[in-house]
């Protein structure tokens, strides 16, 4: 176990974003059931929020990716900004990355590809907001509102008013509110089980 962390003026040659084990051992498992509905896809995307609060793993965000022809899942992401100790690490990045690989294409709208939607446990933050743009990604839907997340001290960033407006007309539909009772109920375990408000400048 490290006991202090030593600051080297040497930069990176790599970054790797790794699944929690829990998640990974699971993936065999949610992998072989059928999603058809955007509740059952949605219902996938708490599940995995709601354990990595309990796991630890990092926030209370989970997301998913479907192929929206046949229901099956592409890819899986959780928070994992205090577990891998990079902050671009938002479940829908993970889950956008994970999707990516796995397809082997950095356009998730090719027209060689199935047509695919992200499931998010929350509404996108700001630098998510862009994510998806830049993913390709056509159909998003989510559950806990903005409000919600910043309710229990998280910074969402500076969204633009409009901002579901400009994906509308980039061809992005977007679907709020998908079980957002649950959304909220799991932001708020993560807030009662003093889970860390990880915002920039807030470091200990």
Request: hydrophobic share 40%; proline share 3%; with cysteine.
């Given at each position: ?5 030593r600051?080297v003026?040497?930069?990176s ?12 051992d ?17 219902d ?6 709601a354990?990595n ?6 926030g ?13 899942l592409?890819?899986?992401g959780?928070?994992l ?6 902050s671009i ?8 990355t994970?999707?990516q ?8 709208a ?5 047509p ?16 998806i743009?830049w ?9 806990a ?26 061809g992005i539909?977007y ?7 649950r ?20 470091s200990?």
């Open positions: 176990m490290t006991s202090s962390i600051i003026n040497m930069p040659s790599s970054v790797t974003i790794q699944l929690p084990d829990w998640l990974r699971r993936l065999d498992v949610v992998s072989a059931g059928t999603y058809a509905k955007q509740d059952s896809q949605m996938l995307a708490l599940q995995i929020a354990e609060v309990k796991r630890g793993t990092g209370p965000f989970g997301a998913a990716v479907f192929n929206t022809q046949n229901g099956m592409v890819s899986v959780v928070n900004v205090t577990s891998s100790g990079l690490t938002h479940a829908e990045v993970v889950a956008i994970m999707a690989a796995a397809l082997q294409h950095y356009d998730l090719d027209v060689a590809l199935p695919l939607r992200l499931a998010t446990s929350a509404e996108p933050c700001s630098m998510c907001i862009g994510a743009h993913s390709g990604l056509k159909s998003i839907i989510a559950s509102r903005d409000e919600d997340v910043r309710e229990i001290g998280f910074d969402e960033g500076n969204k633009p008013d409009d901002w579901v407006a400009q994906f509308e007309k980039s539909k679907v709020s509110d998908v079980l957002r009772d959304g909220r109920a799991v932001l708020q375990a993560y807030a009662r089980g003093g889970g860390r408000i990880y915002n920039a400048g807030t200990e």
